[in-house]
């Protein structure tokens, strides 16, 4: 049911584990090169927020206030920023045809999915150092004292989030304008995580214990867990010819 | 062009003619019977279904939470003492324990059973209680329906109400329907992602398009009913956030079948979604739920129990009519996909030999 990778051996020095850090640095190693992936996202992400800030116009973000505001404008960017950076994630196995390549290395083709969520993970996590912090500075929450439970909360949701991401965009990627149908894919499957990051943001951003949400931060690990489970078990039989 | 289609038909005839005649007989004629049998008994339970429901044959539900009836329990008052009785309708087999329950074979009971609270007085046009002349402690008495009990106003909002709420007969099955399409659909890609059976793709395909169809149905009766009733076409309440997720769901799927480049991918790729599906659906189903929070939710579904025979019977009905005809549909939407690459498997079939050689523009 994994898609037949388990007879492979390991190779020469490489475990499960091993094998898929070696895939995520491999595309780390692209992306750090030319940053193209990581700044469209950035700028993107940018431009949502400052469109909402002048949408919204200044009356309102003043009786808003940061803790009905930011969830919103926060979670809206990362979700459409990282929908266009995961495209680029199997654009460059598309367009050099390196999958048949990746599929016929001698490890499991679920450590292929690993290594592209490990890689992912790191670039949309440096998308939301940066964007945290803008959104302190131009929405005036103090990040400082909510940092942990912040942090906490947007890495849950981004797991799930990346980890759903990773395998869509595996899926799309052989279809004709696969791009296209990416976000109209992920966002209905997605939704639990939305309501339960603009919940959870909200309560972390007053600075409220956590344990107020903490049926959506379950909710939200169970939602991970099972992403994980189903894409390790599915991606096999994707990518397999 | 004369050319092609010779070659076309003798490309058919050549192919179909020996090996072909096989196709055309046997299982597949006793297939295609099978399913112009179903199609036909859901034309007819369609058919059937509207006649019932628009024709006045099934109470609306508005209407029954009006008339009394066994498991009811009335306000009365007595027009001459003005004592206030509240009293409950037993089955009337059973003998009443309390003061306050009163069998349905008693004569008050026999008077009081499918009465309505109010009637309509002709000279206001407004809601009056209905007077009611019954029997109790071993002499006759008038009753009112208890006047200072809130009444629904009998009037033309209640009127309009009746002809939008018979949309339910419709607006539930196709909603029981949908969340069947989404088990199918999960269950025929298993089935496909283990034995690759092409059939079981053409199921999961077929359940798909059904799927977004009855969605489709449940999304647009749904406000139409519930313009009149409560004033909006829609509100953020968790049925309603849960239908339209599902529908995008439905029609990632389908757009996913369309534009992929091949049958295998398409078929691998759905099948990873169908299946994916089903275990998110009822994640987005809890999470929809508790999203609204403490907002005052109106229910969709029936109004209270169900005690009269009549609405029960005519959600059966309903639930049947569109069973059938979901399952007439699928059946042959599968076999229209069958025969479909049938066709395109015989039209990629090299030609023969003795037919001379193929020409390029028969293709």
């Given at each position: 049911m994994s898609g037949g990778g388990t007879s492979r051996s390991p190779a020469a020095g490489g475990s499960y584990l091993g094998g898929a850090l070696r895939i995520a640095g491999k595309d780390l190693r692209l992306e750090m090169r030319r940053l193209t992936g990581l700044t469209s996202m950035l700028v993107l992400a940018i431009a949502i927020v400052l469109a909402f800030a002048f949408c919204f116009g200044l009356p309102t973000l003043r009786r808003l206030g940061p803790e009905r505001l930011v969830p919103g404008v926060l979670w809206i960017s990362l979700l459409f920023s990282s929908l266009s950076g995961l495209r680029g994630a199997f654009a460059s196995e598309r367009e050099r045809e390196t999958l048949t390549a990746l599929v016929l290395c001698p490890i499991d083709p679920s450590a292929i999915y690993l290594g592209k969520l490990f890689s992912n993970l790191v670039v949309v996590g440096t998308l939301e150092a940066i964007?945290?912090?803008?959104?302190?500075?131009?929405?005036?929450?103090?990040?400082?004292?909510?940092?942990?439970a912040v942090a906490l909360v947007v890495f849950l949701h981004?797991?799930?989030?990346?980890?759903?991401?990773?395998?869509?965009?595996?899926?799309?990627?052989?279809?004709?304008?696969?791009?296209?149908?990416?976000?109209?894919?992920?966002?209905?499957?997605s939704v639990p995580l939305i309501i339960s990051a603009g919940k959870a943001t909200a309560v972390a951003i007053a600075l409220a214990p956590l344990t107020e949400v903490r049926f959506w931060l379950g909710l939200t690990a169970a939602f991970d867990a099972l992403t994980l489970a189903a894409s390790l078990l599915l991606f096999g039989f994707l990518v397999e010819e | 062009m004369v050319m092609r289609d010779e070659s076309l038909t003798a490309m058919t005839r050549g192919s179909v003619g020996a090996k072909g005649a096989n196709h055309a007989s046997g299982a597949s004629r006793a297939g295609a019977a099978a399913s112009a049998l179903?199609?036909?008994?859901?034309?007819?339970?369609?058919?059937?279904?509207?006649?019932?429901?628009?024709?006045?044959?099934?109470?609306?539900?508005?209407?029954?939470?009006?008339?009394?009836?066994?498991?009811?329990?009335?306000?009365?008052?007595?027009?001459?003492?003005?004592?206030?009785?509240?009293?409950?309708?037993?089955?009337?087999?059973?003998?009443?324990?309390?003061?306050?329950?009163?069998?349905?074979?008693?004569?008050?009971?026999?008077?009081?059973?499918?009465?309505?609270?109010?009637?309509?007085?002709?000279?206001?046009?407004?809601?009056?209680?209905?007077?009611v002349e019954g029997e109790m402690d071993g002499r006759a008495r008038r009753f009112r329906f208890d006047p200072d009990a809130p009444q629904m106003p009998y009037d033309k909002k209640i009127e309009a109400l009746d002809m939008p709420q018979r949309i339910f007969y419709f607006h539930v099955p196709s909603a029981i329907i949908t969340f069947l399409a989404v088990f199918l659909v999960g269950g025929a890609s298993l089935v496909y992602i283990l034995t690759r059976s092409r059939f079981w793709d053409r199921v999961a395909r077929s359940g798909a398009e059904l799927g977004i169809l009855f969605c489709s149905i449940v999304l647009l009766t749904g406000p139409i009913w519930a313009k009149p009733e409560w004033g909006?076409?829609?509100?953020?309440?968790?049925?309603?956030?849960?239908?339209?997720?599902?529908?995008?769901?439905?029609?990632?799927?389908?757009?996913?079948?369309?534009?992929?480049?091949?049958?295998?991918?398409?078929?691998?790729?759905?099948?990873?979604?169908?299946?994916?599906?089903?275990?998110?659906?009822?994640?987005?189903?809890?999470?929809?739920?508790?999203?609204?929070?403490?907002?005052?939710?109106?229910?969709?579904?029936?109004?209270?129990?169900?005690?009269?025979?009549?609405?029960?019977n005519g959600f059966l009905f309903c639930f049947l009519t569109f069973f059938i005809l979901f399952s007439a549909l699928l059946v042959l939407r599968t076999r229209l996909l069958g025969l479909e690459e049938e066709l395109e498997r015989l039209k990629r079939r090299p030609a023969r030999a003795e037919r001379g050689p193929a020409p390029e523009s028969a293709r």
């Open positions: 964007l945290l912090p803008l959104t302190a500075v131009l929405f005036g929450w103090d990040l400082a004292s909510a940092l942990p981004t797991l799930g989030f990346v980890a759903l991401g990773t395998l869509f965009s595996a899926m799309v990627t052989r279809l004709r304008q696969g791009e296209a149908l990416l976000a109209i894919l992920m966002l209905p499957l | 179903l199609a036909a008994l859901a034309a007819v339970l369609m058919f059937g279904a509207i006649w019932m429901v628009f024709g006045g044959y099934v109470p609306t539900t508005k209407r029954q939470a009006q008339r009394v009836e066994v498991g009811s329990t009335v306000r009365l008052k007595d027009v001459e003492s003005g004592e206030v009785l509240t009293l409950t309708l037993l089955p009337s087999g059973e003998t009443p324990r309390t003061a306050s329950e009163i069998s349905a074979g008693s004569v008050l009971g026999q008077a009081l059973l499918g009465k309505e609270r109010t009637t309509r007085d002709a000279a206001t046009d407004r809601a009056v209680p209905t007077i909006h076409y829609w509100t953020w309440e968790w049925r309603l956030n849960f239908t339209a997720i599902l529908w995008l769901i439905y029609l990632g799927y389908n757009l996913v079948r369309a534009y992929a480049s091949s049958a295998e991918e398409a078929s691998l790729v759905s099948a990873v979604l169908g299946l994916l599906a089903v275990p998110l659906v009822p994640l987005v189903y809890v999470a929809a739920e508790l999203w609204e929070g403490s907002h005052p939710k109106p229910t969709l579904g029936r109004a209270g129990a169900q005690h009269d025979p009549l609405v029960s």
